[in-house]
Structure formats: structure tokens, C-alpha cells
């Protein structure tokens, strides 16, 4: 019975000691988390509009991490869709009230500096900025704003990039760290004493009366010239306002296409220019493509009809090599958004 006993007390003390152990507090824009091989997979709930590269750059996790557990999510997500996302360090769940700066991977730390500090990488053959931007573990937008380009620019090889700036460079572009300038203050004139009214500036207010009065008592014996009667302008015609026209053709009425799909490269392009195989756009159409996992967009021209048949039954559009590198995608298939006017 003793023992009985003391087994009841030890399972009513290792009771208590488990809820008073730590939890795992899921973040607010989650809808729960859990662990799977050593790590913390956020449950994320995708609102309308979000795409894996939102997703990136939310979390601050690469592309490829979150398709690795997600093996079901091919291109864009589905609201409603639940996608796991991997984390290796807690969810801020309040905005910063100074903007904090990017940490820095350790492939950066390892690249020279230059004489400011900077962290700084010399481009290799056939990589792009996204290449870039994944090496390194940091994105094309951050690679742009330390080196003054916009995000879908092509990159030379042996250009040399900043990868991670120094910290007087981040000194300098936190302004909560600026003192701030002194406030310049505007001397207050001192008030000018008023005179005092003395005897002879009362006698010159008296002959200067007693002449007013007499110039009035002139100007009252003189006759009064008539007055001249106003001339009354014509009023102004009113100009009725010029209302919008409608069209009143059909013609006149444009129509635009947004198609979504598979993209692939043209096999036999040679070319330096921006092409591109289309199944149904007319030859010569000015197409905006853009990539839906990174968000960056090109314009190229229809050359010729693609045909449905083969691998390409499953595919929207056909691009040239320069168009492909302008898109920023290492992958053979990518999903792209199409717009045109036919």
C-alpha cells in the first residue's frame, strides 16, 4: 500500500512539473508551430496575394528552404493553403522602432573589405544577382540599396558588388544615431521708448487742424462737379464645360489579356534581344512578362506562334536566354504572369 502511495505522489509531482514547463508561443501571423527535426516549422495560413518570395522575405528564410517542406507547393500558393515555414531564431512579433540593421551571414563575414569597411564580392561567370543575393543569403532588393541599382538589374561578370556594408556605413544610414542639429534662435528686439509729447509738438497738431478745417471750408463754396454714371459691362458668356466622350466605336474600346503559366527558354535562341514564342498573341505583340516567385518583370516581343504539342502542351510562353537572365530565375521551369494588348 506504501508503495502504492508513493507512486500516486511521484505521478501527481511530474503532472504539475509539465505544466509548468516552458511552451512554444506561436507567432501572431501564424496559426501554430511545431518541431521536426531539430527545428521550429511555423504553420502559415496564406492570405490572398502572398507568394513564396513574400514569404522569403517575411520570415527572413530562403526560397528553396521553404519548398523543402513543402513539397506539394509547385509556383503560386493557394489562399487558405497551409505552408510550413522553417525558423532557427524567434518571430519578432512588434515592429522595430529604428530600423535594425541586416545581420550578415558568414560567407559574408569571410569576403575582403574595402576602405570603408564594406564587405565586397567580384562577380563570377554566368551568375546573376539572384545567385548573388541566394549565395549569400540575403536578397537582390538589399544587394540593390547597397549598391544604388534597381533590384532587376543584370550584373557584370567581374563586377564587384557590396555584399554586406560596413558599420560606419550603418551608423550613417540609421538616423536614430544622428545627433541632432542645434535650433537656431532669433534675437527679440528690444522695445523702442515712445516719445514724449511736449509743448511744441501740440502747438504743430493745432496749425495742422486749423488748415484742415480751412481747406474743407474752400472746397464746401466750390460747385460740385457731376459725377459720371458707371458704365455696366456686359455680362460674361458662360463657356458650357467640354464633358468626357464616350467611345462610340468598338473599336475604340481596348481590351487587355493576363494569362498565368509555365515559362521555359527558347532552345535555339541565339539572340542578344528580348523574344518570345506565344501560343495565341499575334506576331510583333509588346508582352510584360513577369516572374511570380520574385516578382520581377521584362517586356519582349512576339516572333512566333508556339506549338501545342510535345512539352510544350503544358507550357504558356517561350522565352529568350536574355529574357530568362532579365527574370532573374535559376530554375529551367518558372511560373510567369503574361500581359498584352492584342
Known amino acids: 500500500m506504501s508503495r502504492i502511495s508513493l507512486l500516486s505522489v511521484a505521478f501527481v509531482f511530474s503532472g504539475f512539473s509539465a505544466l509548468a514547463g516552458p511552451r512554444l508561443v506561436a507567432p501572431p ?4 508551430v511545431e518541431y521536426r527535426n531539430n527545428k521550429i516549422l511555423i504553420k502559415h495560413r496564406v492570405a490572398p496575394g502572398e507568394t513564396l518570395y513574400g514569404l522569403s522575405r517575411r520570415y527572413k528564410v530562403p526560397v528553396d528552404e521553404i519548398v523543402e517542406f513543402n513539397p506539394t507547393v509547385k509556383g503560386a500558393l493557394v489562399t487558405g493553403q497551409v505552408v510550413l515555414v522553417p525558423r532557427n531564431r524567434v518571430v519578432l512579433t512588434q515592429p522595430a522602432t529604428a530600423a535594425a540593421a541586416p ?7 569571410a569576403l575582403p573589405t574595402d576602405a570603408h569597411g564594406n564587405h565586397i564580392y567580384k562577380v563570377g561567370a554566368g551568375q546573376t544577382l539572384y545567385a548573388v543575393a541566394r549565395r ?5 532588393a538589399e544587394l540593390a ?14 563586377q564587384t558588388l ?6 560606419a556605413r550603418q551608423a550613417a544610414a540609421n538616423p536614430a544615431s544622428r545627433p541632432a542639429p542645434p535650433v537656431a534662435t532669433r534675437p527679440v528686439p528690444a522695445p523702442t521708448a515712445r516719445p514724449e509729447r511736449t509743448d511744441d509738438t501740440r502747438d504743430a497738431q493745432e496749425r495742422e487742424n486749423r488748415a484742415r478745417a480751412k481747406d474743407s471750408a474752400i472746397a464746401a463754396r466750390q460747385p460740385a462737379v457731376p459725377k459720371e454714371a458707371p458704365v455696366k459691362e456686359a455680362p460674361a458668356r458662360e463657356v458650357p464645360e467640354e464633358k468626357e466622350r464616350a467611345p462610340e466605336r468598338a473599336s475604340e474600346v481596348v ?3 493576363s494569362e498565368s503559366g509555365l515559362a521555359m527558354v527558347i532552345p535555339t535562341d541565339a539572340s542578344d534581344k528580348y523574344l518570345a514564342l506565344h501560343k495565341t498573341a499575334p506576331v510583333g505583340t509588346i508582352m510584360e512578362v513577369r516572374n511570380i516567385m520574385n516578382g520581377m518583370s521584362v517586356y519582349v516581343r512576339v516572333i512566333g506562334k508556339l506549338p501545342d504539342t510535345g512539352e ?3 507550357v504558356l510562353v517561350r522565352l529568350s536566354k536574355r529574357a530568362v537572365q532579365r527574370l532573374a530565375t535559376p530554375d529551367q521551369r518558372f511560373r510567369v504572369e503574361t500581359n498584352y494588348v492584342p
Do not use: K, M, Q
Request: cysteine-free.
Open 136 to 140: 549569400f543569403s540575403t536578397t537582390p
Open 255 to 257: 481590351r487587355r489579356v
Open 312 to 314: 510544350n502542351s503544358n
Open 162 to 167: 557590396i555584399i554586406a556594408a560596413g558599420t
Open 29 to 32: 501571423d501564424s496559426i501554430g
Open 103 to 109: 545581420a550578415i551571414s558568414a560567407a559574408a563575414r
Open 145 to 158: 540599396r547597397l549598391n544604388g541599382f534597381a533590384p532587376n538589374y543584370n550584373v557584370r561578370t567581374g
